[in-house]
């Protein structure tokens, strides 16, 4: 079992930046490609940024791309997500999700989820 708790949420202005983390329980969360999605209201999850186990490999999002960066500290066991020139547009909840196996934007394919965290960017 792995149980995830994410935090780093919160209120911020247009351009300005946010670091969200994910700390997991578990001795094997090195074995999983970790990823981050996020919700708009009355929408489903959107995919974000995967890392895969080891952290030498990452995939983005269009929408998060040149922005956002996507970390792991396997000796921590925990996740980051660095979101650097926010936008409005970027209001969401985020949640971090792992998944056995390699990285995946397809949310049904991941295995444990967090319970996310607020992000609000202001005009």
């Known amino acids: 079992q792995v149980q995830l708790v994410e935090s780093g949420g919160g209120l911020v202005q247009a351009g300005g930046s946010l670091r969200l983390s994910c700390a997991a329980s578990?001795?094997?969360?090195?074995?999983?490609?970790m990823g981050w999605f996020r919700r708009f209201p009355g929408k489903e999850r959107e995919f974000v940024a995967a890392?895969?186990?080891?952290?030498?490999?990452?995939y983005y999002a269009d929408s998060a791309k040149g922005r956002f960066t996507i970390s792991r500290d396997n000796a921590k066991n925990t996740v980051y997500l660095q979101m650097n020139s926010l936008k409005p547009e970027d209001t969401a909840v985020y949640y971090c999700?792992?998944?056995?196996?390699?990285?995946?934007?397809?949310?049904?394919?991941?295995?444990?989820w967090g319970q996310g965290t607020q992000v609000t960017v202001s005009s």
């Open positions: 890392i895969f186990r080891s952290g030498d490999k990452t």
């Open positions: 999700a792992a998944e056995a196996g390699f990285m995946t934007t397809i949310a049904s394919r991941y295995d444990y």
């Open positions: 578990g001795r094997t969360f090195s074995s999983y490609t």
